[in-house]
């Protein structure tokens, strides 16, 4: 493919480098793409600048990011090879269509190259790898975030913190450096950051002397996250923020622009949510992250008294025991008048909470929902299928639903704005699956998880229940099935006759997939835009295998999960055969592959792309050695879907 510069002419590339904020050179750009035979490209700058206009609590954006995350698992290595190879340089991630960071060794680095990444891409990230020797340095207008994965010393945070380079950083990065509360003292003492912003100090033992550094400083934050470090004790004595830091942060007016607060992790107890709701300083806070704390019922109920100020957006109290009760008193609060997003996974909370939650005054307003790991049941469901005629994102896993439960949710019309629906781990069987499969009311489904939900292995009322899922094969983005038995009559249902016109990704692991249903995959399936397939812990050989390498889709196939299989050597002969031209990520963990499977996978040469491959948990033996510098990739995909004991160090 032919440079960037040489495929677009120069006044619509400088038009886009001259006004880095303004999205309309983009879409100019995009257009003359389209005329000019490239839709794809073209088609990704329009959905990554839609999605930066649509709000962060907003369900959509998770939609529009998968549609185009499929066009950057197709095309990523292209469009960065349009890019300069400038040395020192690591081109990173895309936004609003572009390339808007890269990550270097040092500052020194970054002067040495920065007119030549300017000059390619509107970049304003940067990533600093082992910053060393900081040195003098210049002022950059478009360096207005900055991350850090290494910190030579506190000494070298205290210079860059008075330097010129500084001066513009809008968004600073320091997760996991060990700052403790000698790094918020440093930064808070700078000269050079006026124009901070944002400040990410998580997993950092960041505790009440850090956050009283901070209520000094120069800066005004808007968002401030501390996520904290729960059991770390043994490492300080003052390792998290605790209600004593929340009151402190709460009397300071250095915080009145905070718009985001996340403190999860840090040991909070009750008395910390009246003082920041009383906070005459915190009027402007609209997300506020509170998970994984120590916040029951008790705390909550200052929310339900009246006259505070306050209007969250977003309310994060996630692994808080703060059961019905403490729902009860949410479900009464003037604070949540605007709540677009509410999460409350693991949280104790049955029936009746859900029954509090959708006869709030507010909950009509409401965008998403997050209910994993709690008991709802169907007296639940019920209760929120009556209720959320707003809600475009629904989120009950693990929650005891039942048949019963799925039916209500099926049956309600107010729920036909859901895009995005978890019900996962709820014994829905066959016929709750079928149920929400085949309503009439979820039409705008986009993303669905049915996964583990007991669905029999009977022929009959397996395959009734997958093939109603054609009623959302227009619209399904992403699906996952993972621990419903499917074997050769489930993957056939879901397979014949259906067109998957927009399924990026789909998961079968632990569905007994076998060589029937691998044969019904290669035969009789239409995924025109799959390019991701989970097939982990199922029964994949070397003959079903074969059978798979003739499915239509497995040329545009991106990320492929065969982990926990019986492919053997032959099996890894059979993959390096494949025509597999566009795969970037492969797991065959554990699947007893030794050094001549590894060899063929090395010497392939239909794995041109693959950058990333997990092979833990194969015999013993020479051939980490041939695989480790060809693939040396890193990326990670689907370790929230494997127990703990399979995700892979």
């Known amino acids: 493919m032919l440079p960037l510069s040489h495929t677009v002419p120069d006044p619509l590339l400088a038009a886009v480098l001259a006004a880095p904020d303004d999205d309309a050179p983009r879409l100019v750009y995009a257009d003359w793409l389209d005329e000019h035979g490239r839709p794809d490209r073209a088609a990704f700058i329009r959905l990554q600048v839609e999605l930066a206009r649509v709000p962060a609590y907003d369900p959509l954006r998770e939609v529009l990011s998968r549609k185009a995350g499929r066009l950057l698992d197709l095309h990523q290595d292209e469009w960065l090879a349009e890019l300069p190879d400038i040395p020192g340089v ?90 403790e509360n000698d790094g918020p003292t440093i930064l808070a003492q700078a000269n050079a950051l006026g124009r901070l912003l944002e400040l990410i100090l998580d997993d950092n033992l960041v505790g009440v002397r850090g956050i009283q550094a901070l209520a000094r400083a120069r800066f005004r934050l808007t968002r401030l996250s501390v996520r904290g470090m729960r059991g770390a004790d043994a490492y300080s004595n003052d390792p998290a923020v605790r209600s ?43 997300e506020l992250v509170l998970a994984n704390n120590e916040l029951t019922d008790v705390g909550l109920e200052v929310l339900a008294d009246e006259g505070w100020e306050i209007r969250l957006a977003n309310l994060d109290l996630s692994g808080n ?65 009556g209720a959320g005629e707003n809600l475009a994102e629904l989120r009950v896993r693990e929650n005891d639903l039942g048949p019963e439960g799925a039916r209500h949710l099926a049956a309600s019309a107010a729920l036909g704005e859901l895009l995005i629906l978890d019900a996962s781990g709820n014994g829905l069987e066959a016929a709750g699956v079928r149920a929400v499969a085949g309503s009439p009311h979820l039409a705008k489904l986009a993303v669905l998880d049915l996964a583990h939900n007991d669905l029999p292995r009977e022929a009959g009322p397996l395959e009734a229940a997958i093939g109603a899922l054609a009623a959302r094969a227009p619209t399904l983005v992403w699906l ?170």
């Open 90 to 179: 690591t081109w990173g991630a895309f936004e609003r269509g572009f390339v808007a960071s890269v990550s270097v060794r040092s500052i020194s680095e970054f002067d040495r190259v920065a007119a030549h990444v300017w000059a390619a891409a509107p970049v304003d990230t940067i990533e600093f790898l082992d910053p060393g020797r900081l040195g003098r340095t210049r002022q950059y207008a478009g360096v207005r975030k900055v991350r850090l994965q290494q910190l030579p010393s506190l000494r070298w945070l205290e210079d860059f913190g008075d330097s010129a380079f500084a001066s513009t950083v809008r968004s600073l990065d320091l997760t996991a450096l060990e700052l």
């Open 244 to 286: 004593e830091g929340v009151a402190i942060l709460a009397a300071s007016h250095r915080f009145r622009d905070l718009e985001s607060l996340d403190l999860s992790g840090n040991e909070i107890e009750d008395d910390a949510l009246a003082t920041l709701v009383q906070s005459p300083h915190l009027l402007n806070l609209r």
């Open 480 to 649: 996952r099935l993972d621990g419903n038995q499917l074997g050769g009559p489930g993957v056939l249902a879901l397979c014949h006759g259906i067109e998957w016109a927009e399924l990026t990704e789909l998961g079968l692991r632990e569905c007994n997939v076998n060589v029937p249903a691998l044969a019904y995959l290669a035969t009789d399936s239409r995924f025109p835009a799959l390019t991701r397939l989970a097939l982990t812990t199922n029964a994949v050989d070397p003959t079903g295998l074969r059978s798979f390498t003739h499915a239509g889709f497995l040329g545009h196939l991106t990320h492929l999960d065969l982990s926990g299989n019986l492919l053997g050597d032959r099996g890894a002969e059979i993959l390096a055969g494949a025509s597999l031209g566009r795969l970037r990520w492969l797991s065959v963990d554990r699947n007893a592959i030794g050094i001549e499977g590894f060899s063929a996978l090395r010497q392939s040469k239909w794995l041109s792309r693959l950058k990333t491959l997990r092979c833990a948990g194969n015999p013993s033996g020479d051939w980490w050695g041939l695989v480790r510098d060809v693939f040396p990739g890193d990326e990670g995909w689907g370790e929230e879907f494997l127990p703990d004991e399979e995700i892979p160090f």
């Open 321 to 385: 025991p703060i059961g019905d009760g403490g729902v009860a008193h949410l479900a009464d609060a003037e604070v949540l008048g605007e709540l677009a997003r509410l999460s409350l996974q693991q949280c104790e909370m049955g029936s009746r909470g859900a029954r509090e939650l959708a006869g709030a005054y507010w909950f009509g307003g409401l965008r998403a929902l997050n209910l994993n790991g709690n008991s709802i049941g169907r007296a639940g469901a019920a209760a929120l299928a």
